[in-house]
């Protein structure tokens, strides 16, 4: 199936942004300690979009991880499902599903169905809405072809035949008067084909006269494959099963190549409406109708013990079967529940039956880039299904999205959220779980492909778009989760060595959710640790921005102590480098709630108060964090926006405000020490003041809690002793004259001012 590929260099995954940067840029930056006035330079300019860029694109990864793993930590198999259960032997999958499982093995082209076997199958049986006009057509025509989705479909075609093959037994009983009562099945019985080769050219003779046949279709069945069954088939099969007087269900997925054609036959069925899971698990304990009464305490212990979830997640009439067995048995539903829910086996079941490049690589795409549009996923399942096939002169003839139903019946494409712009089909696993499984089955268990697979996944971290970045990143995450020291040398530690920006923000992304697993969570720590300190070549370097990412995202704010400590252990480095990346950790800590850790350890690495680069550094860094704006949300509902009067400043200026700014009551002791060493010391001086006339200028000029904010640190630091009164004093006086306007903020807060120093020499 496959071609050996080689792990192609870690260079060749950069991306378009990096290739249009000019490479004596990217040397500059990445290869050699900056300078402290470049450093500075760097962390304060404003809008000079390479780095805003950059932070933005590092906030949509983060938030995009975040989202996974909150979802995983609120699952109580988030962190636990995937491949060490199936290592154990501690799954099992096939079971009753396979008919005739023995007669496969030893290469009859037919087996007989037993008796047992068919009463497993047809004793309880829901019929689905279509179940008696699917039976006329097979009664008239003896050919029916089930042309649809998995689920349930082998229980229709069981059932189906067996009350053909019953009726026909009635019919000529009645005809020749003979009698035999009693028996469940009436002439030849009911057979499964095994191998249909004999199905190809329609010229089949059944073994066994009035019988009826069940032929599944699908991947693993020899000798026929959809695209042969056309119109003249149909009609030339149909006429055999008229002369040996037998019948024959065909089942196979949605209609492709020439069967679609067929559909015009009226012997093609592509739906049977939906089967009621709920009244199955009724009928099958109760053996009968249930009253109403039972049937609401039934729905009610289903809702307790989480089962209908679960069945919205796994749509299969086995699982509803299972359920109603525990309930007839009195056993744990709730337990039960919890077990059905983990798909590892039922991944490990899909792989071993779908062993075609088109529907693993469909597969490995969704469970990569869930979420994203069917057409991004599509693409991703395309590049990949090249690394797996030979190349061939023509493109390969696939349609993904016509086999969805037949080979992918646990993931959903439909509209999303319905947001702004949000009308594309997007691709999501039902159970979000089923994600992880995926990827670590096909991490640890498909060995041929596994180089493949890695060449596609550092592709897709560097695609020009940011969604599919941020989603294989995570992806790259789990899989690390199966073995994270072979993820750390295969892929991990290269990518947080990269020369590319993009390519360590999707290691570090990885690391943060690598770090979210409870048993991996010291090991990832004990790296960032290793990696802070350690500085003397470019890789190291490099290492150690990345880790400064991972440092200020999800991890790090789940221990913001140990996460200030280590930064600390890289700004103090002998490269002004790394101001920026730790700058940006710093304010990705107190995005996540962590503003007191990060103001704490600001003063105590700026107490020393002289000219030492630490002291500088924390201070640059503080003034840096004092002019980050509370962090955006994702999107407004439309209905809310729409609520909102459009002049309500409240909520228009809040958003915009810096964090520092919207919660300097909360953090008051803290912000006056800082604002006051900052203003105090150059090179920090400079960046403050144009940072506070922001302040004054543009938030305090439209929010009255922003203006009390600014007024509390301006009258607080002008209180303490030197230069502070002086220097504030004036630079008010000079924002006041630009501005023109007396009621200015800088106005009002040198009125302020005045007032506050006559109160001061007064007293």
């Known amino acids: 199936m496959s071609q050996s590929v080689e792990d192609p260099p870690i260079e060749e995954a950069g991306d378009k942004a990096e290739a249009e940067q000019p490479p004596q840029a990217r040397q500059d930056k990445d290869d050699k300690p900056l300078s402290e006035e470049d450093a500075l330079r760097a962390l304060h300019r404003k809008g000079e979009s390479e780095d805003e860029a950059e932070r933005a694109e590092a906030a949509r990864a983060a938030a995009i991880a975040a989202s996974v793993m909150e979802r995983l930590n609120a699952d109580p198999f988030g962190m636990r499902i995937g491949t060490v259960a199936l290592f154990n032997d501690a799954v099992s999958f096939g079971g009753g599903m396979n008919l005739g499982d023995g007669a496969r093995r030893t290469g009859q082209p037919t087996a007989r169905i037993s008796e047992r076997r068919l009463a497993h199958w047809t004793e309880g049986h829901l019929p689905l809405p279509r179940f008696d006009e699917a039976l006329r057509i097979l009664v008239e025509r003896r050919l029916l072809i089930l042309a649809l989705p998995p689920g349930g479909r082998k229980a229709t075609g069981v059932n189906l035949l067996v009350k053909a093959v019953n009726e026909q037994a009635a019919v000529r009983e009645r005809a020749v008067g003979a ?273 493949a697979f890695l060449a596609w996944i550092r592709r897709l971290v560097a695609h020009p778009d940011i969604g599919v970045r941020a989603r294989t990143s995570v992806a790259a995450g789990v899989i690390a989760w199966s073995d994270y020291d072979h993820a750390l040398h295969r892929f991990l530690r290269p990518w947080a060595r990269h020369g590319s920006v993009v390519v360590r923000q999707s290691a570090a992304t990885a690391l943060d959710v690598v770090g979210g697993h409870p048993d991996l969570a010291e090991a990832v720590w004990l790296l960032l640790e290793a990696w802070v300190a350690e500085g003397d070549t470019a890789e190291q370097r490099r290492q150690g921005l990345t880790a400064a990412a991972v440092l200020g995202g999800g991890l790090g704010a789940a221990r913001p102590r140990r996460a200030v400590k280590a930064l600390r252990v890289l700004l103090d480095r002998d490269d002004w480098g790394t101001l920026l990346p730790v700058g940006h950790a710093l304010s990705g800590l107190m995005e996540r709630g962590r503003v007191a850790e990060v103001l704490a350890a600001l003063v105590e690495w700026s107490q020393p108060r002289d000219a030492s680069p630490m002291v500088t550094k924390a201070l640059a860094a503080f003034v840096f964090v004092a002019a980050q704006p509370v962090a955006q949300p994702v999107a407004q509902p439309a209905a809310q926006s729409a609520a909102q009067p459009a002049g309500e400043a409240s909520g228009q200026g809040h958003q915009s405000l810096p964090l520092l700014l919207a919660g300097a009551e909360e953090h008051r002791p803290q912000l006056i020490e800082l604002w006051a060493r900052a203003l105090d010391r150059r090179p920090a001086q400079q960046p403050a003041l144009e940072t506070l006339r922001e302040y004054v200028d543009v938030h305090a000029d439209r929010d009255a809690a922003a203006y009390r904010g600014v007024r509390d640190i301006v009258l607080a630091v002008a209180a303490r002793s030197g230069r502070h009164r002086e220097r504030l004093h004036h630079h008010l006086d000079d924002w006041a004259r630009a501005a023109g306007r007396r009621d200015h903020p800088a106005a009002r807060l040198l009125a302020e001012l005045g007032r506050s120093s006559y109160a001061n020499g007064r007293t």
């Open 179 to 451: 009698q035999e009562a009693g028996q469940t099945v009436k002439g030849g019985g009911c057979h499964e084909v095994l191998d249909a080769s004999a199905l190809r050219d329609a010229q089949w003779r059944p073994p066994e006269r009035n019988s009826g046949y069940l032929l599944v279709l699908d991947d693993a069945t020899p000798g026929l494959t959809p695209h042969l069954i056309d119109e003249r088939w149909i009609d030339d099969l149909t006429a055999c099963l008229n002369e040996h007087e037998s019948y024959l269900v065909l089942v196979t997925g949605p209609p492709r190549g020439a069967l679609m054609e067929a559909e015009r036959s009226g012997q093609v069925l592509t739906t049977l409406g939906g089967l009621d899971l709920v009244r199955l698990i009724e009928r099958r304990v109760h053996d009968r109708e249930p009253t109403p009464e039972e049937s609401a305490d039934l729905r009610l212990r289903l809702i307790e013990a989480g089962a209908l979830e679960l069945l919205r997640e796994d749509t299969r009439p086995r699982t509803a079967l299972h359920l109603a067995t525990v309930i007839r048995e009195r056993a744990d539903l709730a337990a039960k529940v919890k077990e059905l829910r983990d798909p590892t086996g039922r991944v490990h079941d899909w792989f071993s039956r779908h062993r075609t490049p088109e529907a693993m690589c469909f597969a490995l795409a969704a469970a990569a880039l869930e979420d994203a549009t069917y057409l991004t996923v599509s693409d991703a399942a395309a590049q990949l299904y090249d690394l797996l096939t030979p190349a061939a002169e023509a493109p390969p003839d696939l349609r993904f999205r016509e086999r969805i139903g037949s080979d992918h019946p646990w993931i959903d494409v439909s509209v999303g959220s319905g947001g702004p712009g949000d009308v594309a089909p997007r691709v999501r696993y039902l159970n979000p779980l089923v994600r992880q499984a995926v990827l670590g089955y096909a991490w640890t268990y498909l060995d041929g492909q596994r180089s």
